[in-house]
């Protein structure tokens, strides 16, 4: 069964340091969204991606973040300068079209910033 | 403000019990509600609900939406320890895109 994959499974950076998170999300899908959990916290969304461009970001999603879809299969979220909050577990889903349809997650990268 | 609450918070059942999970919102431009499972890392898809009244069921898990209420409820019949888990409640809504806003989760402990 085809699954979104994410890479690396953990991630460990000091402070101001540049991070780029990869996913390959499910090869037919158009949706790609790109989601965090603080540790102990909820799911919160970060930003939606469609046809090379995004579609809507959170007031999380400030200017240290950027997403590229840089060939037809990776999708990655870039955080320019790490923050210690930044810390969390970062989820990559896809969907097959935008309306009712559901949302696949990836496995998570943990981001850990020192 | 749009949010999503689940009840409850936490829940320690003995195998053989049933559980019903609680999820109630408020959102602007609902579109769908989904139940998702997260055991260690990725939140793994259960439901998808978009009417109200029409029960889905996989195996021993059943969920069923109100709209008129905004709630939802998940049930798990004769609950086995591999049911353990913490079990997110997720809406759909507004804008151009279907984003996601999810509940704190229910975390479900089944002992042996």
């Known amino acids: 069964e085809p699954e979104v994959t994410q890479t690396p499974s953990h991630q460990v950076t000091q402070m101001g340091q540049e991070v780029i998170l990869r996913c390959v999300p499910i090869s037919n899908h158009l949706y790609f969204y790109w989601y965090r959990q603080i540790l102990g916290q909820k799911v919160e969304f970060l930003v939606s991606?469609?046809?090379?461009?995004?579609?809507?970001k959170s007031e999380i999603f400030d200017d240290q973040f950027s997403v590229e879809r840089p060939d037809g299969s990776n999708f990655t979220l870039k955080i320019r300068s790490t923050k210690l909050e930044d810390s969390a577990m970062y989820f990559c889903a896809s969907s097959p079209d935008r309306v009712g349809e559901t949302q696949y997650f990836g496995p998570g990268t943990r981001l850990l910033v020192l | 403000e749009d949010k999503v609450v689940q009840s409850p918070l936490s829940l320690v059942v003995h195998e053989g019990d049933t559980v019903t999970l609680n999820c109630s919102y408020e959102v602007t431009n609902f579109r769908s509600l989904l139940w998702y499972k997260q055991e260690k890392k990725a939140p793994t898809f259960l439901f998808m609900l978009t009417s109200s009244g029409i029960e889905k069921k996989s195996g021993r898990l059943s969920s069923i939406l109100d709209k008129k209420e905004l709630f939802s409820i998940l049930n798990i019949t004769a609950t086995q320890t591999g049911d353990s888990a913490v079990y997110l409640c997720a809406v759909a809504y507004g804008g151009a895109t279907n984003k996601l806003i999810f509940g704190t989760g229910t975390l479900l402990a089944v002992q042996p």
């Open positions: 991606f469609y046809n090379n461009e995004i579609s809507e």
